[in-house]
């Protein structure tokens, strides 16, 4: 993901948009694919990924906020 400087409430609501979609997009089909398929394992671990995408962008908003102190 490239870096985005976020000067504002705005700019923030933006890169939030932008990066659940991404999220969905990549971690949520491969889960509604695992899911259609049928295969608990593999629903694991893509639901494991899904939830790790999103752990990631919380912490990538936090370092972010982090850095300005």
């Not at 985005?4 to 932008?18: E, H, K, T, V, Y």
């Not at 949520?28 to 629903?43: D, Y």
């Amino acid at each position: 993901m490239e870096t985005r400087i976020i000067d504002s409430r705005n700019d923030f609501a933006q890169w939030a948009i932008d990066r659940s979609n991404a999220i969905l997009t990549d971690q949520g089909s491969e889960l509604a694919t695992a899911a259609r398929n049928g295969n608990e394992a593999q629903i694991a671990v893509t639901a494991q990924a899904l939830g790790q995408a999103i752990v990631d962008a919380l912490i990538e908003a936090f370092d972010g906020l982090a850095g300005d102190e």
